[in-house]
């Protein structure tokens, strides 16, 4: 069994990848990143000497580098490449059309010309925009009120187009926020815990009262690996966490097991322009095909707390040059 895994150098992504070759000893995974600034070969160091792991640079846009990494038979295609951050697609959206809509297109088209099995498109809640209450469906419009999440759902639409048109085999899961070990520093909680590290302060958007549903990277790798082999094609597969939590709340968790205090160390900042109050998604589909979340979020967050801490080496390199450079963009004169 081969599967191509696109962005596998990325947080999700790498922990699929090592997750994956544990779990399925006749798995070969061949990995095919552009190595953009969060394509990290550290991600995957432990598994390069694995004889079933093949790295391939290339960008998806490409379909000649698709077309190699593909080589003699492909059982399944993973799509993980993608621009993410919402704060970035706000600064510089041409990247995310580029990517999470062409980048798309081509892979389709590769899946149709080597008549690939399966392909799986890796998406996020965020499509369905702001939920005042209750929780999204699978069913429910989409709704992206950022330039990332317009991307994003732009793929999504390709990839139903695609089964509807072609009756290609293709797969959606779209998951909660996702945490845990290899995220870049700047999400929220690995941005947080480093600053907290070097006692600096953490930057809360607003009043902190956005609500999102917290789902630990092990789950979610899990839960991709779990609709591309049992899933229905055709179909969207929401993958959430079940841990809604106010960014106030993950906050003062963080501060917490950070021995940090709040009078000293949250600083407040303008919000984000157009930010979504709440995200909430309804993972009943995925539980009717055998997953759940197994990672209780206590534990989960004491862990990646744990893991920032012990790992120094792995994101004190990040958070210097193209990401202090960011940073300085984002957050100059936003502090109140």
């Not at 993972?283 to 920032?308: C, H, M, N, Q």
């Amino acid at each position: 069994m081969r599967w191509l895994v696109t962005g596998g150098l990325g947080f999700i992504g790498s922990n699929f990848v090592r997750q994956a070759l544990r779990d399925r000893p006749d798995l070969e995974i061949v990995n095919l990143d552009a190595m953009t600034y969060a394509g990290n070969p550290a991600n995957l160091r432990d598994v390069e000497a694995d004889p079933r792991y093949r790295f391939v640079r290339g960008d998806i846009c490409d379909p000649d580098a698709v077309r190699e990494a593909i080589g003699d038979g492909t059982d399944a295609i993973v799509n993980f490449a993608a621009e993410t951050h919402v704060d970035r697609s706000i600064l510089a959206p041409e990247a995310f059309l580029r990517t999470d809509i062409l980048g798309t297109h081509v892979l389709l088209e590769a899946v149709r010309e080597h008549e690939i099995p399966r392909y799986l498109q890796v998406s996020t809640d965020e499509v369905y925009g702001d939920v005042a209450d209750g929780e999204s469906g699978e069913g429910d419009p989409l709704r992206p009120r950022s330039p990332y999440s317009a991307s994003k759902a732009g793929g999504d639409l390709q990839v139903l187009a695609y089964w509807t048109t072609y009756e290609t085999p293709v797969l959606i899961t779209r998951g909660s926020n996702t945490y845990g070990p290899y995220q870049y520093p700047e999400k929220l909680i690995p941005l947080f815990v480093t600053n907290l590290i070097d006692d600096e302060a953490v930057p809360v958007y607003g009043d902190g009262l956005q609500v999102r549903d917290w789902l630990h990277v092990d789950d979610h790798a899990r839960g991709i690996a779990h609709v591309l082999e049992h899933g229905a094609f055709g179909n969207v597969y929401n993958i959430g966490g079940g841990n809604p939590r106010t960014n106030l709340e993950i906050t003062q968790r963080l501060l917490d097991g950070c021995g940090r205090s709040k009078e000293t160390h949250v600083k407040h900042v303008a919000d984000r322009a157009g930010h979504d109050r709440r995200y909430a998604i309804d993972s009943a589909k995925a539980a009717g095909i055998g997953w759940r979340p197994r990672v209780e979020f206590e534990t989960g967050l004491r862990a990646t707390i744990d893991w920032y801490r012990e790992n120094e080496s792995w994101w004190r390199p990040l958070k210097s040059g193209e990401f202090r450079d960011y940073y300085t963009r984002q957050y100059a004169g936003r502090y109140h």
